[in-house]
């Protein structure tokens, strides 16, 4: 019984796998490259296959498959790289990964205040030594209204974190949860886009979400609306955001995710020049925060994502109902 992990990073998931190999008495094969043409026979002889999210087209599975290949279990929440479809037909199971919700929580709190506070034309100029205010004027969280879209696991952290503040929070979920009525007020989709003076996103990447933010939706805003994604980067329509950026629509952003970020995010490309209009234009705002899908990064949820793709295949290989299995 074996597990082939690719993108594997060696410098915090390594020591993690071994761990739980031993702890598990799973084998392990890995690489910290992505899968692609060339090393998909790293797979041979495996069970299992463990990614995070990265390019996997169906042509992949089907080689994957065709040598034995059972299970893919993702080492991310996110599972939307994985062609679920074609994994069902091949009869491979799929399987994601949780971790505390605390950790994006608190990120996206931080991400709100920094937009609110201007930190980050704050920091630059003070960098050169700039030290006069004039553009530097912030807002007070506790004076605005925060609006939640998407109030699961990490939504609902976020509420509770943004009700000690003080500020008005509305939210909107499918599925209202009752403890979170403690601390916001559910409405309509419209209502929150126009009552909202930051608006922080929540959502899983489904078709259903797919650029639930667009222009649409930002001219349903309050002018000068701030939005966070710490999500998914295909839940916003960048080119939208662009306009709205460029227009004042929208007066700032603070994007943890990105829709083209395969390839890119968790490499070093120091010197190279990067082939993504969206990613380019929207660096060039002063009023735009990047950081490049950090928000999960944090030591309990690196283990937590690793320790999943091992309990998955150990529960799949028992027979025993897996917590972890994403249903189709």
């Known amino acids: 019984m074996k597990i082939m992990f690719y993108n594997l990073r060696p410098f915090?998931?390594?020591?993690?796998?071994?761990?739980?190999?031993?702890?598990?008495?799973?084998?392990?094969?890995?690489?910290?490259?992505?899968?692609?043409?060339?090393n998909l026979k790293l797979a041979e002889g495996c069970l299992a296959v463990s990614t995070n999210p990265c390019n996997m087209p169906a042509s992949f599975l089907d080689t994957f498959a065709s040598m034995g290949v059972k299970y893919l279990p993702c080492r991310s929440i996110g599972y939307d790289h994985i062609d679920l479809a074609e994994a069902a037909k091949l009869g491979m199971k799929v399987s994601n990964s949780s971790y505390a919700p605390g950790g994006v929580a608190n990120y996206t709190v931080m991400l709100i205040l920094m937009l609110l506070r201007k930190f980050i034309p704050i920091y630059k100029r003070t960098e050169i030594q700039d030290f006069s205010l004039p553009g530097k004027m912030g807002r007070d969280i506790s004076r605005c209204t925060i609006g939640v879209i998407g109030t699961g696991r990490i939504g609902s952290t976020v509420i509770r974190s943004l009700s000690?503040?003080?500020?008005?929070?509305?939210a909107y979920d499918l599925y209202p949860n009752d403890t979170v009525k403690q601390y916001a007020e559910y409405v309509s989709m419209d209502q929150l886009l126009a009552q909202s003076d930051v608006i922080t996103l929540h959502a899983p990447a489904t078709k259903e979400n797919y650029h639930m933010i667009d222009e649409k939706a930002f001219s349903k805003c309050k002018k000068g609306v701030l939005f966070v994604n710490a999500a998914r980067g295909s839940l916003i329509d960048s080119d939208a955001l662009i306009r709205a950026l460029e227009s004042g629509q929208v007066?700032?952003?603070?994007?943890?995710?990105?829709?083209?970020?395969?390839?890119?995010?968790?490499?070093?490309?120091?010197?190279?020049?990067?082939?993504?209009?969206?990613?380019?234009?929207?660096?060039s705002f002063p009023n735009v925060v990047f950081s490049a899908h950090t928000a999960f990064y944090t030591d309990d949820a690196v283990e937590s994502m690793v320790r999943a793709a091992f309990e998955s295949v150990d529960c799949w290989v028992k027979g025993v109902k897996n917590p972890h299995e994403v249903r189709l």
């Open 12 to 38: 915090d998931e390594l020591a993690y796998a071994e761990k739980f190999s031993k702890e598990f008495g799973i084998d392990m094969a890995w690489t910290p490259d992505h899968p692609n043409e060339e």
């Open 251 to 283: 007066g700032g952003a603070a994007l943890d995710v990105l829709e083209d970020e395969n390839g890119l995010y968790y490499y070093n490309r120091l010197g190279d020049v990067i082939r993504n209009d969206e990613m380019s234009i929207l660096r």
């Open 164 to 170: 000690g503040f003080g500020c008005r929070i509305l």
